[in-house]
């Protein structure tokens, strides 16, 4: 029987072995399940024609079969082999120095990419350093090229516009937006030419995000469950009321038309930082109905008019009935209860799972600390888990938004052989590709943090004579590798400072989209002076970090 895995080494070998696109490699994929052939082992074992009737194509299947024999004979020579020192070398192993591997294995491990964590040991793993301190930020001035500081834009940036995204996800986006911007940049100085992977339809098919104004192709990292600082509560012990999933209401003595088994569904409590959320969800049939199902609510369960907030919203299909003189589009309410743009981000989600005739009240008790873009992720994990278990109980069908991404590196999946850059364009390094578990070239989170941690430094000084320097004074001068990566360190922990206060002072006053317009205008308003023309490529320049508090709103002139 084949199994998950069988898929994914199957989509592997289409895609980066045989470099089909995606698209095109799924289709075939569903083609050979059709006939019942959904592993590599079954296309070797069976016979050409069947492989010819369902690919419908006989030098395409010949050439698919003849690979995956190989694919099966590769396997079982190396089954017998096992390197000398006598283990197996398990995919996402780690290798030391003393590892008595070859430097082949070891090129192959890099490129199924890191040691396998989950997903908290890997977002701990990519912490990046910040510093908010103002008087120090204005103080200093950093020396960078523009691409990095594109990536910390766009990382920084995310934390608003996408906060469902983990860290990883960030970093991935990120470098997907600098490697198409700096392949556009190549192209319109003259040192690349032709079509980009992405016009050439290596991204065809995948979902699209727009991150500084340009559009990404990504991979949903679907199952990808993390959390920030938050933890999950008892709703009894902590007070929120009611036990999770159930609560019984008296709407059929409220309505004249009520639902007789209406049951609240009920997400777990988050709580961060002494604020607690819980969400709630219950069946709709009339916008009448919200008044009396939130006093019975409440009346159910009075610790919630202790509540910093109770926002709700619902969703509605038309009567069945409507004609040209009734509403005959999807009926939507919201009210934030002063928990700014709760209401908008509730609909969003209850869009993005498709969810209708449904109310939802999100509640929160503030603990005194504001959370900045957390909120919008907590209240997303919160609805979310609301609308899931309101699916479960009734038997619907649910869709949710708001996954994990990765970015698709699409100019790796185009060239797909030693020497690719990781992450494409700007990134700096040559490396191996480095790709998804399916086979599906990424923007590796790990490549990204690293261009961040490297990418900025200190102006350099004004030469100095060093025949009239103390040997103190010359020691001074040149600083050590262990100095340097730390002055990096930190020149980047004040610039991703400053990019916080900036985006603080804006998030409650802009939608998503005007702060992801705004981002790129920032950027091009502190990015460091270089040369025109193909002598700028790469060339850096200085960026005073208090240029940057001079854009937060109310210090603009």
């Known amino acids: 029987m084949a199994t998950q895995q069988d898929l994914q080494d199957l989509i592997r070998l289409m895609t980066v072995t045989r470099k089909i696109p995606m698209l095109q490699a799924m289709t075939s994929i569903k083609a050979l399940q059709a006939v019942d052939l959904r592993s590599i082992k079954q296309i070797s074992e069976a016979s050409l024609p069947t492989v010819q009737e369902a690919l419908k194509d006989d030098k395409v299947a010949r050439a698919l079969q003849n690979a995956c024999k190989a694919v099966i004979k590769r396997n079982a020579t190396q089954s017998s082999s096992p390197p000398s020192g006598g283990g197996v070398l ?11 591997v070859s430097k082949r294995a070891k090129s192959d491990v890099f ?4 040691v396998e964590m989950n997903p908290q040991e890997l977002e701990a793993s990519l912490e990046l350093p910040i510093c908010t301190d103002e ?77 500084m104004g340009r559009e990404v192709a990504v991979l949903k990292r679907s199952g990808y469950e993390w959390k920030g600082e938050e933890r999950s509560g008892d709703e009894k012990k902590d007070g929120a009321g009611g036990s999770q999933a159930t609560s019984a209401t008296t709407a059929s003595t409220l309505d004249p038309a009520p639902t007789p088994t209406a049951t609240w569904s009920t997400s777990p409590p988050i709580i961060m930082k002494d604020s607690k959320f819980v969400a709630r969800a219950i069946h709709l049939t009339s916008p009448s109905q919200r008044k009396y199902l939130m006093e019975s609510l409440m009346h159910n369960h009075p610790e ?29 309410e919201s009210f934030d209860d002063g928990e700014t743009g709760c209401g908008d981000l509730m609909l969003k989600v209850m869009r993005e799972a498709g969810a209708v005739d449904t109310l939802v009240v999100l509640t929160r008790w503030f603990g005194g600390t504001m959370l900045g873009p957390d909120r919008w992720r907590l209240m997303r994990t919160a609805v979310t888990s609301a609308l899931g278990e309101r699916m479960r109980k009734t038997g619907g069908s649910i ?22 850059t990781v992450g494409g364009y700007g990134s700096g390094k040559q ?16 490549a990204a943090r690293s261009y961040l941690l490297r990418s900025f430094g200190k102006p350099s000084p004004p030469p100095a004579d060093e025949t009239a320097m103390s040997p ?3 020691k001074a001068v040149h600083k050590t590798a262990k100095v340097l990566e730390a002055e990096r360190e930190e020149n980047l ?24 317009r705004r981002t790129w205008a920032w950027y091009c308003a502190i990015r460091p002076e270089v040369d025109s023309g193909p002598n700028g490529w790469g060339g850096k320049g200085s960026v005073k970090l208090v240029d940057l508090l001079k854009l937060r709103r109310g210090d603009q002139s």
């Not at 398990?90 to 008595?100: A, F, L, Q, W």
């Not at 992977?197 to 995000?209: H, N, T």
């Not at 004040?494 to 603080?504: K, M, N, V």
């Open 90 to 100: 398990k995919r996402g192993s780690s290798i030391s120095s003393t590892s008595p």
């Open 111 to 114: 490129m199924t990419g890191p």
């Open 135 to 211: 008087d120090t930020i204005k103080e200093t001035v950093i020396e960078t090229n523009r691409a990095p500081l594109v990536l910390a834009f766009a990382v920084e940036m995310l934390r608003y516009t996408m906060p469902e995204q983990p860290l990883s996800s960030r970093l991935s986006l990120g470098q997907a937006v600098v490697s198409a911007n700096s392949r556009s940049k190549a192209v319109s100085l003259g040192l690349d030419k032709g079509p980009s992977a992405d016009q050439e339809g290596y991204g065809e098919g995948q979902p699209r995000v727009k991150v």
């Open 304 to 332: 919630l008019r202790s509540a910093t907030h109770n926002a709700w919203a619902f969703r509605l299909k038309p009567p069945e009935n409507a004609n040209w003189l009734t509403q005959r589009t999807m009926r939507e």
């Open 399 to 420: 869709s949710l938004g708001g996954e994990a991404l990765w970015g698709l590196d699409l100019e790796a999946m185009r060239k797909a052989q030693p020497g690719t």
């Open 431 to 446: 490396l191996q590709p480095l790709t998804h578990v399916v086979g599906m070239h990424i923007h590796r989170p790990e």
């Open 472 to 474: 103190s004074k010359k």
């Open 493 to 516: 922990g004040l610039l991703l400072g400053a990019l916080r206060l900036l985006f603080d002072s804006w998030a409650d006053h802009l939608d998503v989209a005007e702060l992801d």
